[in-house]
């Protein structure tokens, strides 16, 4: 029964993601705006709770879903919120992806990935700084911790499962980097913000499924 409502869940997940997506990403705040992007990353937890998923996922998710409800309201305050939950949310992939064996040795045979992520984190933070105003310490603060969690899925060992992880990571920090673009570089009524808002979105989900995914299907 746990494993049908698991599915369920999963299943229901994709049909918000997609109602999302395709109606809500370019709307106004609006209530059911926020419960359909909030339940698609809550659906995300409860699926990898029901499935046995380690603790330390679904409190990375539950921050996630935290962080949507906030980022789908306006002010100031709710962008701060929403920046923190997400931040707490790259803690625990942190360590979650050392709890799955990740190491530092595995990172050096990794080298040129991790200095290709360190270089593209710097030259964001140097792109973005100008133009943060009161929100530059947040802001680099966060990008300093998602390049952390880039390195750390970078240091998983060889496995199936852990490649769908790094996927997501790398989802997840193309989702924040086209987020991060379309919030503080492209001027109102600029054309590509009407595609950002699906890049963001598509990359941002697809990122917390696999890496829900991989890590079920990775040896602990």
């Not at 990898?48 to 962080?67: C, H, I, N, Y």
């Not at 973005?128 to 603060?141: F, N, Q, R, Y």
Request: one cysteine or more.
């Amino acid at each position: 029964m746990s494993a049908l409502t698991g599915l369920a869940s999963l299943i229901l997940s994709f049909i918000l993601s997609v109602a999302y997506g395709a109606y809500y990403a370019r709307k106004a705040e609006s209530f059911a705006r926020m419960l359909c992007k909030t339940s698609s990353i809550l659906l995300l937890a409860v699926f990898a709770a029901l499935f046995a998923a380690p603790v330390v996922l679904v409190a990375a998710l539950l921050a996630s879903a935290t962080g949507d409800f906030f980022l789908s309201r306006t002010g100031t305050r709710n962008f701060l919120a929403g920046m923190a939950a997400f931040f707490l949310a790259h803690v625990a992939y942190i360590g979650l992806f050392a709890q799955l064996g990740g190491t530092f040795e595995v990172l050096l045979d990794r080298w040129m990935w991790a200095v290709m992520l360190i270089f593209a984190a710097m030259a964001m933070a140097s792109w973005l700084s100008p133009k943060l105003g009161k929100l530059k310490v947040p802001v680099l603060a966060y990008i300093v911790v998602i390049c952390a969690m880039g390195l750390a899925a970078l240091a998983l060992p060889v496995h199936a499962g852990h490649l769908m992880v790094m996927g997501g990571a790398a989802a997840f920090i193309i989702s924040d980097a086209v987020l991060s673009i379309e919030l503080f570089v492209l001027s109102c009524g600029a054309r590509s913000l009407r595609v950002t808002p699906y890049i963001v979105w598509t990359f941002y989900w697809s990122a917390q499924v696999l890496i829900v995914l991989g890590v079920l299907g990775a040896p602990v």
